[in-house]
């Protein structure tokens, strides 16, 4: 490949890069259906293409879900509650235009997860390497002490915060290694 | 094979002959198809008018479909070597003998009340008409009728032109299209 070769390579790469760039910013993100927030997540904003002359009527339905701000406009935000479920049709928009003709309506699935960390212990320091479970499954456990999903004792005396993971969501809990009892030498009277 | 053809386009050339009206040509200003709040403007012309049994022109009426508004008259038919009088916009107006007009222009003879004007035209006339605020696609069919002073009821002297309304435009209000993307979440 000559000079003038590598150059029309690179064109075309930039060229390529650009329109790459000019799609991501344009489009944005797309959200895949069902939709996933977090149990209690407050302030999730949810959004449409802007057309300026157009307004836009949202519902938020299940979850516990409620609008709290930028209906009519075509970004909301929405604090979610704390039951945990798959919700059909929790949220959807109807987009009006300048004549108030209404659109098709757009409908959103929306699955509240709410992690649930099953407590263990309190451990010794002798104690065997207990598996660390989390509802639903699935999820990372992490943290000061686990390796593999599984919490070992041995890491020492201490209280320790651990932390189960998915979809975005967290949730915690406390383990506590206790020390185990000081036995004196034994004495013979 | 050609005899029929022949028949075939007799018969064609007999249905679509008016009886008094000759050489009727419209245009529209813009062209359609129209969306809500489009605004049209409408030049009709009548070349000539033959009235059979003396009739005079009396009326053009101006037929809308549901989906106009705003029907604004603009330039009001001529009267070429016609009676003395004049063309009155009118939304509507019954005439003695019942018959129910408008809306359009019809001629007020300021000699004998009820016969419209002697002319043969040519007459030319310009309206506007806008596009209602609609969700549906309503019909937006435009025709001018035309009446003779016989069938307002003006003049008694044999039968009257009958002449089917001249079709202008045929359609339909285009909506505007809404595409919502789906939603997406921050």
Request: net charge negative.
């Amino acid at each position: 490949m000559n000079y003038r070769e590598n150059k029309q390579v690179l064109l075309a790469l930039f060229i390529t890069m650009i329109m790459m760039t000019t799609t991501i910013f344009t489009f944005g993100q797309t959200t895949i259906n069902p939709d996933t927030v977090c149990a209690n997540a407050v302030g999730e904003q949810y959004f449409v293409t802007n057309t300026p002359t157009s307004t836009y009527q949202w519902t938020a339905a299940g979850g516990g879900s409620i609008i709290t701000s930028g209906q009519g406009t075509n970004s909301i935000t929405i604090d979610w509650g704390g039951v945990s479920g798959l919700y059909p049709n929790a949220v959807e928009v109807i987009e009006s235009n300048a004549a108030g003709c209404p659109g098709t309506p757009i409908l959103l699935d929306v699955f509240v997860l709410d992690l649930v960390g099953n407590a263990i212990g309190p451990f010794c320091p002798g104690d065997p390497t207990t598996p660390l479970v989390g509802n639903p499954a699935g999820g990372t456990w992490s943290g000061t002490g686990v390796v593999a999903n599984a919490f070992q004792p041995s890491t020492g005396v201490g209280n320790y915060v651990l932390t189960y993971s998915m979809a975005g969501c967290t949730t915690t809990i406390n383990v506590i290694v206790n020390n185990g009892p000081v036995t004196g030498p034994i004495q013979h009277f | 094979m050609k005899q029929l053809l022949t028949i075939i386009l007799l018969v064609f050339t007999i249905t679509a002959h008016s009886q008094c009206l000759n050489n009727q040509t419209s245009n529209l200003n813009p062209i359609g198809p129209y969306q809500p709040g489009d605004v049209v403007t409408v030049t009709y012309t009548l070349g000539n008018f033959a009235g059979i049994n003396v009739n005079w022109i009396h009326a053009f009426q101006i037929n809308l479909g549901v989906g106009w508004t705003n029907l604004t008259p603009i330039t009001a038919p001529g009267n070429p070597f016609g009676s003395t009088g004049n063309w009155l916009w009118d939304l509507q107006n019954t005439y003695p003998g019942g018959f129910n007009f408008g809306p359009g222009w019809r001629f007020v003879n300021a000699g004998t009340a009820g016969w419209g004007t002697s002319s043969n035209g040519p007459f030319t006339m310009i309206f506007q008409v806008t596009v209602g605020p609609t969700c549906t696609p309503d019909n937006l069919n435009i025709s001018m009728e035309v009446f003779d002073d016989c069938t307002t009821g003006g003049w008694a002297n044999g039968n009257c032109c009958i002449d089917p309304a001249y079709n202008i435009y045929n359609g339909v209000v285009l909506p505007n299209i809404i595409s919502t993307s789906n939603i997406n979440h921050y």
